[in-house]
């Protein structure tokens, strides 16, 4: 894949052996746009619920040591507003330090998601990488298979100099209990990007990538190029890129 190439994303099926979490939920009034279906945000925020609740009732040693580096996520059709929905996570792949956490979320009046999340293993005082550590291994390695991951970064165009900067301003409610902004927020950029463009629905394609930790100190701007055939977005602090984001439409299309 070249520079600025659209990604090509892999989504498991639901294993027919290992462990599979399951949960259900209702889209909320909080969840949703002002016309009604689920938004993105939202979304992340319920696979980073289901993620803890599946780490919790597995009860491996090391069930919090673990950050995001990226997200992707397909929307076949978008759920909306008071829909219930059932919800299944398992481990899709492994890597050295890393796994691939898989959930599909479907509802019963057609809602249906498909997300791939590879998060790293680390050491919470150092927050430096960390080798699986077995437990976690004996718990989700069945489901994985033979099927490993990587954790390289996928999405390496950048902004050129010239292209205008957006500030973002950072808000209390952005940062999560590791003291920097959570995973979730970053997607509003996206949402921000579809209010504009209400032609991009389903089917559609996204991949967030984190790059490096944004601190309630830091100063925040996004840049938006969009092309023929994908959107890119990124996040930048203090001339970084700490985020880029490429939206679609899937080829399932």
């Not at 919800?87 to 492994?94: F, M, P, S």
Request: hydrophobic share 45%; glycine share 6%.
């Amino acid at each position: 894949m070249t520079a600025g190439a659209p990604i090509e994303l892999e989504f498991p099926a639901v294993p027919g052996r290992g462990r599979v979490f399951r949960a259900a939920r209702r889209v909320r009034l909080g969840d949703v746009t002002p016309r009604g279906r689920l938004r993105l945000d939202a979304c992340v925020r319920y696979l980073q619920d289901i993620a803890h609740d599946d780490a919790r009732e597995a009860a491996y040693a090391d069930r919090d040591g673990w950050v995001v580096r990226r997200t992707a996520v397909r929307v076949h059709k978008f759920p909306v507003f008071q829909e219930p929905l059932s919800l299944q996570t398992w481990c899709g792949g492994l890597g050295s330090h890393w796994a691939e956490r898989c959930t599909l979320i479907e509802g019963e009046r057609g809602g249906r998601i498909e997300a791939a999340a590879v998060w790293v293993h680390v050491n919470l005082a150092t927050m430096a990488p960390a080798k699986l550590a077995a437990d976690f291994l004996a718990v989700a390695a069945e489901s994985a298979g033979a099927r490993k991951v990587g954790a390289r970064v996928l999405l390496r165009d950048r902004p050129s100099p010239d292209e205008q900067r957006h500030p973002w301003p950072l808000r209390f409610s952005d940062m999560d209990a590791l003291g920097h902004m959570n995973n979730a927020a970053y997607w509003e950029a996206v949402e921000e990007w579809l209010g504009a463009h209400r032609d991009m629905r389903a089917r559609l394609d996204v991949v967030l990538e984190h790059l490096a930790p944004v601190h309630p100190e830091h100063e925040v701007a996004t840049v938006v190029r969009e092309t023929a055939d994908h959107t890119m977005i990124w996040h930048e602090s203090a001339g970084d890129v700490v985020a880029a984001t490429q939206v679609r439409r899937s080829p399932l299309s």
